[in-house]
Every structure is written in structure tokens, then in C-alpha cells.
T-cell receptor, first 112, second 115 residues
Framework: DTAVSQTPKYLVTQMGNDKSIKCEQN?????MYWYKQDSKKFLKIMFS???????INETVPNRFSPKSPDKAHLNLHINSLELGDSAVYFC???????????FGEGSRLTVL | AQSVTQPDIHITVSEGASLELRCNYS??????LFWYVQSPGQGLQLLLK??????LVQGIKGFEAEFKRSQSSFNLRKPSVHWSDAAEYFC?????????????FGQGTRLTINP
């Protein structure tokens, strides 16, 4: 069983479209995250949810809307996709503020 | 605000040679420090972490790191690298926020191993 699973792994779409990436974790952790890794491999936190409550929102454009239906799921919806949104998006989870981050394998988004 | 600098973007070493990857951080309080490794097409995996106590921490795959507060550094070392160590290595500094962990990553160091 994969601890943190993301779907889809690859996503190619046109500018202006809306797309979603889903994340599920089976570790029983309370806290989930979305990170963005750009083409230069720079990794930056976008959002964090703790038990379905938004805790961290790192000045991400409001075209990005995370949703946590329960503490095992954190989905990322992106409206009006732009070229600069092309990146690898990683979902991650921790048991608390000092625990190890468990990452999914990433979802590579390409906007044409 | 936290920040992390990894001065070396790319390092090449020969198999069997020793390795040191540099990491400098900036953080006002006692930092939580981490090293993660990313293999191509994969997510990140934790190598080791420092929260407090002994400043020399041991991790998986034979890696260790030393926290030096006076130098604001947390360098990663391995006495003898293997071809399978070729990957991207990320240093990170973390802060707890309301039950969540805000990690700030360095730019990464790509490690190439020569046979």
C-alpha cells in the first residue's frame, strides 16, 4: 500500500483550463501539505491542512483552491491554468509539527 | 523568516570517495533541520533530522550531519559514496505552526557519482 498517493501522475493541458490533483494518505496523520517544485527543482510549500483546517497558505494565487473533505484527503484544484503553473506538485503528510514529511511521488503538470 | 542556502548546485565525486554537502540556514530560534533525498521521478525521502541534543546525527544509508550553531550550518557527510547515492539532496529548516510544519528548502545539490 502506498502511504501517500497522488493522481494523476501526469497532466498535460491547455492554458485557461481548470484541473484537479487528488491526494490520499493512509498513515493516519492529521496534517497534509501541497508543495510545488519548479523546473529548477526549487521546492516551496503552498498549503497545509491540519485535521481539515487550513493552517498555512503561502501567498498562492487564489486560482489555487485546496480542499480537504476528510483528514485522509487533500485535493488541489487549479482554475484558469497559466504557463507558469507548469511544475511538479507534491502532496505530503506529517504526524505533527516535528515529524518526518512523507511525500507522494508527485504530479507533473504541463500547461501548453 | 527561515531561509536555507546550499552553495553547491552540482557535485561530482568518484564512487568510494567521501562526500560533504553544505547547508547554511537562517532562523531566529532553535531550528529543526532536515536533509531529504530525491531520486529521479520520485518524491523526497528523509535522510536525517536534528531537533536538539547531540549535534552529530546519524541517518539512513550511512549518512550523517553535524549541526554547528556558531556557523549556522548543517552539512551532510558520507565516508564512502555508492553509485546508488546519485540523486538530488535538499536541506530544509522547519518551524511548527499550529500543528503543521512549515519547511523551507534549499535549492538542492545534485550529486553525480563517477564509476
Amino acid at each position: 500500500d502506498t502511504a501517500v498517493s497522488q493522481t494523476p501522475k501526469y497532466l498535460v493541458t491547455q492554458m485557461g483550463n481548470d484541473k484537479s490533483i487528488k491526494c490520499e494518505q493512509n498513515l493516519g496523520h492529521d496534517t497534509m501539505y501541497w508543495y510545488k517544485q519548479d523546473s529548477k527543482k526549487f521546492l516551496k510549500i503552498m498549503f497545509s491542512y491540519n485535521n481539515k483546517e487550513l493552517i498555512i497558505n503561502e501567498t498562492v494565487p487564489n486560482r489555487f483552491s485546496p480542499k480537504s473533505p476528510d483528514k485522509a484527503h487533500l485535493n488541489l484544484h487549479i482554475n484558469s491554468l497559466e504557463l507558469g503553473d507548469s511544475a511538479v506538485y507534491f502532496c505530503a503528510t506529517t504526524r505533527g509539527p516535528t515529524g518526518e514529511l512523507f511525500f507522494g511521488e508527485g504530479s507533473r503538470l504541463t500547461v501548453l | 523568516a527561515q531561509s536555507v542556502t546550499q552553495p553547491d548546485i552540482h557535485i561530482t565525486v568518484s564512487e568510494g570517495a567521501s562526500l560533504e554537502l553544505r547547508c547554511n540556514y537562517s532562523y531566529g530560534a532553535t531550528p529543526y533541520l532536515f536533509w531529504y533525498v530525491q531520486s529521479p521521478g520520485q518524491g523526497l525521502q528523509l535522510l536525517l533530522k536534528y531537533f536538539s541534543g547531540d549535534t552529530l546525527v546519524q541517518g539512513i544509508k550511512g549518512f550523517e550531519a553535524e549541526f554547528k550553531r556558531s556557523q549556522s550550518s548543517f552539512n551532510l557527510r558520507k565516508p564512502s559514496v555508492h553509485w546508488s547515492d546519485a540523486a538530488e539532496y535538499f536541506c530544509a529548516v522547519g518551524a511548527g505552526i499550529q500543528g503543521a510544519q512549515k519547511l523551507v528548502f534549499g535549492q538542492g545539490t545534485r550529486l553525480t557519482i563517477n564509476p
